[in-house]
DNA sequence: ATAACAAAACTGGTCAGACCACTTTTGTTA
DNA sequence: TAACAAAAGTGGTCTGACCAGTTTTGTTAT
């Protein structure tokens, strides 16, 4: 109905749910006010606080049980992500160890991956076979993002969003037939379970990278 | 209107943009279908697309403009990092996550330490195969430091050690002997550079640890 | 008094329609 | 051909409605 900042409702909105759960102390595991009472108290309607909500789900810091409420996300606190994304903005000006570390949770995901027979089989393996014929760049950080996302640990999804918001950038040229190769036999390598292979495949990937810029 | 999935609507949705970004070969920067269209298109209401379009615009991957559309997210904007970063402070999913990152950067340091010469030939692990007779608890977490020290990437030091503040607990038992042989055939497979035997001996010491507490 | 159970109230999930504000396209005019 | 105004398109938000679960409440039978 109203926010007088001209920026999004949702992020308002967010940024409030942050203060209400600030003052009103609610801590991990505890319930949060219902929607219909948020719509009231801040003043808006409830699709706006649906999006703000959903948003926060997805980011897993809010749990919904429908028809029971909604939930701050269980765990303790402590500002790990916090401390560790002012550092990166900070920047140490040591590019390398941010590139490090993001690759270190690329070859976990892919490790994970391997090793998990569910993981491995997912469907989204071979539509992304499929895609990299289809020539594009989104593919790289795409394929990458699919793999930590399926190696199933949210802390680190987050980690390396952050580590390649702060580095992912020198990506941008096109796909190479050689590299695409590359590419399927990392896919092809995760399908069958060849953590090994898939991980030489990696290598050879970022390697490659590195020399064409 | 539908979806057979049993899982909420706005993450199926999440996923169908996802395979439709994937097929329709959506390039980062470009346009996709307005929310209307996707409404018909994927046969649900407007807000669930909303919802949908909202996670993923939090998340950063997409960009949206008032009257002008929704785009595919351009590398480089990390709005994502002050949001997620300021809400996270109420702790991430679980322990099982911060665990398996931490675990993820000491096997890192690990094999990194096992590659290079130098870094194997540290007189560190000399004292802290002595150490190990004579020590008793203290031993675990100094034995790790010193490993991500000594792999020499300083961003990864600063997230594990938020990860060991974060999770500090296991770790309070006295050492066994038992525990004491894993260790010192970690210590010796990484002066050796047997990179696999030191995963190996690593992995044994954490499923030691776990079946302890 | 208590246990069991059914009804009511509450809560999230989804949809439809209506406006508003802004941008892009289109068509007309100078 | 350039300039500009109208129209169409698109995201932003609200309201109200209904459904499907869960929790609370109240009544009844033991």
Known sequence: ?????????????????????????????????????????????????????????????IETRHGGGTFL?????????????????????????VNATREMHEREAIRIICRNDSLRNLPIWDSLFISIELQDEVIREYLLRECIIASGNR?????????????MNILKNYVTEEEKEVLQVLLKSIQMGYEEEAIEAYDDWMHHLQTIT
């Open 73 to 97: 996300a269980d765990v303790g606190q402590h500002k790990l992500v916090e401390i560790l994304s002012s550092f990166i903005l900070q920047g140490t000006k040591s590019v390398d160890d």
């Open 1 to 61: 109905m109203e926010q007088k900042q001209s920026k999004k409702m949702f992020v308002q909105i967010v940024k409030q749910l942050r203060e209400l759960i600030a003052t009103q102390q609610i801590k991990p595991g505890e319930k949060l006010p219902s929607e219909r009472v948020l719509c009231e108290q801040l003043n808006v309607g409830r699709s706006s606080v649906r999006e703000a909500l959903r948003s926060l789900e997805l980011l897993g810091l």
């Open 155 to 167: 802390l680190a999804l987050k980690i390396w969003m952050q580590l390649v918001a702060y580095s």
